[in-house]
């Protein structure tokens, strides 16, 4: 998966995070930055700086295999994304945030007239 598909379905599952009220999104911060910061904060481990998105996202795959006692012999970064997609339920098809929505009904207006 290309990073920056990586970084839409991070965003989704802040965005997913968000209507379950488990973290509450302020003007400075990102969806995706919310939901590494909610993720690490949840296996209590120190979010590291500095590190390449792929590399973060293995690191909390790593706790992720250790807390849960996963028989797999290893997650990377891809897996660990579909892990907590569906452990909080993310939608399948990625969810259409608020913001797609006003790109969106200029299209939708146009093909109902």
Do not use: W
């Not at 509450?24 to 500095?50: H, T």
């Not at 849960?68 to 452990?87: E, G, M, Y």
């Amino acid at each position: 998966m290309q990073e920056h598909q990586r970084l839409q379905k991070i965003r989704d599952l802040g965005f997913r995070l968000q209507e379950l009220q488990l973290i509450n999104r302020r003007a400075e911060c990102s969806y995706a930055l919310l939901a590494l910061n909610y993720l690490f904060g949840v296996y209590q481990i120190a979010k590291p700086q500095g590190l390449s998105l792929n590399d973060t996202l293995q690191l909390l795959a790593d706790a992720v295999m250790v807390r849960h006692q996963l028989p797999h012999r290893r997650l990377n970064a891809d897996s660990v994304l579909d892990f907590f997609c569906q452990r909080y339920q993310v939608a399948a098809p990625y969810l259409v945030h608020p913001s797609y929505r006003r790109q969106a009904r200029p299209a939708l207006l146009q093909q109902t007239i």
